[in-house]
């Protein structure tokens, strides 16, 4: 009896203990929600809903990832230009933290954009340099040998090769948040976002902006810049990330300039190929002089960032 | 002596299990939410949450034009199906997966880009073991190359 007695209290210690830290452990930037408007246009919202996202556990800012902005600027009909990538042979310069971090997410987007235009040599050599940068943070096992071998005997199959880039930014991402470096992930993720801007700003070069897909696909980012100032915001007591949103935030003089009005969504199921398709409008209103503006701020950033 | 290597036995437990709990989810999401993605190509961002019974999350994400999309949200086999919506930046619900007998995934396209949110749940269900304390949720993307 007395033993019984001696291990309950401490089993429910450790029971409540337990909970406290795994909850701890899982939801490093759990933020509750103020319900504020997220959007260009804003309706009254029913109350359920408001109570829904008053209660939220944990929020997540999601970027395009590496792979998807190469996607996207593909798709948008750039040429593939090796001359705009950061030179692997910049990575041994990178020493710090902060440095590591934004070129993992630049090599990772080179790597993105080299393999989506079926460059297999280019992308080995840019998963060996995106390789380095994760091994200099620590990060285990997100891209050891067995992947640069994986690519190399799959550089013929777009599918696997997809699948590789895929999981490295799965893993290298999922590894940080797990090893209590959020700040460090997220810096990652603004290096590939920039990285993805400053190939398509530079594609554009001289060319007119009306009419232009890769114009468009520029001025769109407007709408993930808001993700990245809360993505960064989350994780404002690391001094790499201090540093990062000083630089970041002078963009947002710029993107304040840039007008994007959409029509309110209608949602269309399509039975047959069961797509929804969202149909709605939208106009951007953008200057030459704006997106030259953006373009070189674009271009200093990133010169800051591969420096 | 004894009473302080097993509460050292404890504590250094007690360490490693956000870890190992974190390490879980990360291979629950690979596994089982990730393979709901195809043929879609994810994305390679990972989002995912240890929730209880009636806990939720939210995700912000802008959505492109003329890209198709797929959205797989799953949760561990311990918890019950995952209720997951999409709203807009209006706070339309455009989809919600209650009404599609909690279907995993959906895909669709988009005419313009917008911000959207997508908001899950862990609805509280009657019946449920007392012994379910939490599970992992992913929240998963993936596109079409074109």
Known sequence: ?307 | MKRIFHVTIVIAALAIIPLSVNAQCKSFAKKICKVELAPYIHDGNYHAAILTVGEEAELYKTFYSETDYRISVCGSDDLPDIEFRVIDSDRNVLYTNKSKDYSRIWDFRLEASQQLKIFVKVPTTEGLPEDILNGCVAIMFGFKEK
């Open chain 1, 1 to 307: 009896m007395g033993k019984k007695i001696f291990l309950s209290i401490p089993v429910k210690l450790i029971a409540i203990f337990l909970a406290a830290i795994i909850f701890s452990g899982c939801a490093t930037d759990r933020k509750r929600s103020s319900g504020e408007d997220f959007g260009l246009d804003s309706t009254e919202i029913s109350e359920d809903l408001l109570e829904d996202i008053g209660t939220a556990k944990q929020i997540f800012y999601s970027l395009p990832s590496p792979l998807e902005t190469a996607m996207l600027l593909k798709s948008a009909g750039a040429t593939y230009n090796e001359e705009l990538l950061n030179p692997v042979s910049n990575a041994s310069n990178y020493t710090t933290n902060r440095t590591m971090a934004l070129n993992l997410g630049i090599y990772t987007t080179d790597l993105s954009f080299a393999s989506l235009f079926d460059q297999t040599q280019t992308s080995i050599e840019y998963m060996n340099a995106a390789k380095q940068m994760a091994d200099g943070l620590g990060i285990l096992d997100a891209i050891d040998n067995n992947t640069i071998e994986r690519l190399e005997e799959n550089i013929n199959n777009r599918d696997v090769i997809m699948d590789i880039i895929s999981e490295t930014i799965m893993s290298s991402s999922s590894f940080l948040t797990e090893d209590e470096r959020p700040a460090l992930a997220s810096i990652v993720l603004v290096g590939g976002w920039i990285e993805g801007l400053y190939i398509a700003t530079n594609l554009v070069g001289d060319a007119p902006i009306e009419n232009n897909k890769l114009v468009e696909r520029i001025v769109d980012q407007k709408l993930s810049f808001e993700w990245v100032i809360k993505l960064l915001e989350d994780n404002k007591d690391h001094p790499d990330v201090i540093a990062l949103m000083g630089d970041i935030n002078d963009l947002k003089v710029t993107f304040d300039k840039i007008i994007i009005k959409t029509s309110k969504i209608q949602a269309v199921p399509d039975e047959e190929s069961n797509v929804t398709i969202l149909k709605s409008e939208s106009t951007i209103d953008i200057t030459l002089e704006i997106f030259r503006e953006l373009t070189n701020k674009i271009q200093a950033l990133r010169q800051n960032f591969i420096s």
